[in-house]
């Protein structure tokens, strides 16, 4: 049977999967792919919809019962977290959003929860979940105040006259000098081997980076954003050593995330151990 994979569409997991996806990766099995934003693919892994699947951080405590957490494959790094937009006559006001109308990509997306940490202390009045594609038209025609956004968007955001706020990946590595944690690979406990499935993604990535031109038309077939200087760009913030190995310090940057938003009351508490990424 084919194994059942949910992706974004973004050109940092199209990289990634390229090999895995177009079978050039040793005895690994047939692969049907769904591409999706990752709040329709967190909703999709709480019904185990997927033998592997892209999700946030963030909604891992709703998860880990029917799913292993992979050490590689996902989107963790320095200078890759999410933007708060405002409208350009907003520039040099304050970044307090109390009464204000904020658009974000999912409610239990890693940079919802990011956003929810950051305005504890003064949060908006409404938040509107909305398609990740329509937050920057929205906030430039004025229909929300501010709109949280992630992937290229980092990129391209100046050209629809808007300002960054602020950057919660600025805001969090300073907070507690980690990488921020985005986007986790899943394998569904008893339909996957967690130590196959692992072998896989890691032979898949070093496979892209040997050839990254190889994995060009898959990419930009795919590319919400079609300009080439910024689908490498992309690739080149969100696909980097923590994509292969999670490792000690990314380990520390997901027990950090989940560890507060517990204790805010944000997510669910869980046990450090069940967040602990596959390793044996």
Known sequence: MPLSLAISPCPNDTFVFHALVHGLVPDAPAVNVTYADVDVTNTAAERGAYDLVKVSYAALPWLLDDYHLLPCGGALGRGCGPLVLTRGDRTGRSADLTGATVAVPGDRTTAYLLFRLWSAQRPPARIE???????????????????????????????????????????????????????????????????????????????????????????????????????????ALYVNEFTAELGAEGQAAVDALLGR????????????????????
């Open 129 to 235: 979940v909305v398609p990740f594609h329509e937050i920057m038209l929205g906030v430039a025609a004025g229909r929300y105040d501010a709109g949280l956004v992630i992937h290229e968007a980092r990129f391209t955001y100046p050209r629809h006259g808007l300002t960054a706020l602020v950057d919660l990946g600025e805001w969090w590595e300073a907070d507690t000098g980690l990488p921020i944690p985005l986007g986790a690979i899943l394998a569904r406990k008893g339909s996957v081997d967690p130590a196959e499935a692992t072998g896989w993604i890691r032979d898949s990535v070093r496979r892209a980076w040997a050839d990254p031109a190889g994995t060009e038309e898959y990419v930009l077939a795919h590319a919400q954003e079609m300009e080439r200087d910024v689908v490498d760009r992309h690739i």
């Open 261 to 280: 938003a517990s204790a805010a009351g944000l997510t669910p508490q869980i046990s450090s151990s069940r967040a602990t990424a596959w390793t044996s």
